[in-house]
């Protein structure tokens, strides 16, 4: 894919990877919408990026919002009077410690993680399915087939979504020519992860500058840092009762907090 006059639309575009990714596609000249629920921010970034070769606009969006995004989605349509590529990368991460089991937590990380997504899926549709050719890139991560221990609501959304994603891509692409990427970071240096001790982190330009060019090059599934891909390809070849004999403390990584009993 050439970015350059292609219309772009980002979500979670406020922090981290997502702001990375639109200052990189600004140099792209082509056209982007911002959407993150931070509007000042977005308002901000947007002046920054806006010029005359690459047009910005934003919209304050909340993915748990099923109207929010269907009315993001409309905006951005109405403004480039199309969407060529839709990178989905709202998400949230927290810790869900069994001494404290919590359903809240889950549910919350589900409703953005996953949800805000299937979201996203059926409003971009119907325009998508009516142009010539489009793409949807989507954040999933890098361990989304075993359990880590601490970590299973952000786990278990991320695993719904990359198999989500999977049961559409040969379907989208052979029906309406709509071209499905699973977008699989391991650590990346972002406000997401500031509180945990994760070697081998990459910085957040290098992650966006990773995703940018796997999508020029049209792959199906982005995974990165290498490093990390290999460890985690490992990883999923144990039996369950080696898995599981991984200490705890070492799944849940440095800077996890400690809890009390409930």
Known sequence: MDFKGKAILLSGATGGIGEEIAKQLSKEECNI??????????????????????????????????????????FVYNEFGKIDLA?????????????????????????????????????LFPYMKSQESATIAVTSTLPDKRGIAGWGAYGASKAALSLLIESFRAEAKQKYNI???????????????????????????????????????GKKII???????IMTKIGDLFPVSAYDAVPVNMQKGGGYPEVEEK
């Open 33 to 74: 919408a911002l959407l993150a629920r931070g509007e000042e921010k977005l308002k901000k970034i947007s002046e920054e990026i806006n010029s005359d070769k690459t047009k910005c606009i934003y919209k304050k969006c909340d993915v748990k919002n099923k109207e929010n995004v269907k009315e993001a989605v409309k």
């Open 223 to 229: 995974e990165f840092p290498f490093s990390q891909v």
């Open 87 to 123: 990178i989905l990368n709202a998400g949230i991460l927290i810790a869900n410690p069994i001494e404290t089991m919590d359903s809240s937590i889950i549910i919350k990380t589900m409703e953005i993680n996953f949800f805000g997504n299937v979201y996203f899926f059926e409003s």
């Open 179 to 217: 071209n499905f990427i699973t977008i699989k970071p391991g650590s990346v240096k972002t406000p997401m992860i500031a509180d945990y001790q994760r070697p081998g982190a990459i910085s957040p330009e290098r992650a966006a500058n990773i995703i940018l060019n796997g999508i020029k090059r």
